[in-house]
């Protein structure tokens, strides 16, 4: 499974950016994908995932602002992320998982597949 990643940019706070995650190879193993974010000093973190049935789990930090959502027919993950704040400054990537759908282990081990990372900047 190969995971790429676009839509990161520079933004003032308060504003939007759409991230996407193009997925392609054997996509078919696939069960759940989500994001994860990793600001600079800062260990990796989970924020959200969304299973194939839709299944959907958020950060306290981001519900209310942030939505994951895909398209299966174009094999592909978005995270629309509005109410941005400086503190969402961070590498944003996307994961994939071909186990089954777990929330708690997303956040303590992460996925199996990673994207190498879209870079979201905030400006206050």
């Known amino acids: 499974v190969q995971l790429v990643e676009s839509g990161g940019g520079l933004v003032q706070a308060g504003g939007s950016l759409r991230l996407s995650c193009a997925a392609s190879?054997?996509?078919?193993?696939?069960?759940?994908m989500g994001w994860y974010r990793q600001a600079p000093g800062q260990e990796r973190e989970f924020f959200t995932a969304?299973?194939?049935?839709?299944?959907?789990r958020y950060a306290d930090f981001v519900k209310g602002r942030f939505t994951i959502f895909r398209d299966n027919a174009k094999n592909t993950l978005y995270l629309q992320m509005n109410s941005l704040k400086p503190e969402d400054t961070a590498m944003y990537y996307c994961?994939?998982?071909?186990?089954?759908?777990?929330?708690?282990?997303?956040?303590?081990?992460?996925?199996?597949?990673w994207g190498k990372g879209t870079q979201v900047t905030v400006s206050s």
């Open positions: 190879g054997s996509i078919f193993s696939i069960n759940a």
């Open positions: 969304i299973s194939n049935d839709g299944r959907i």
């Open positions: 994961a994939a998982s071909n186990r089954d759908y777990d929330p708690v282990r997303f956040y303590y081990s992460g996925m199996d597949y």
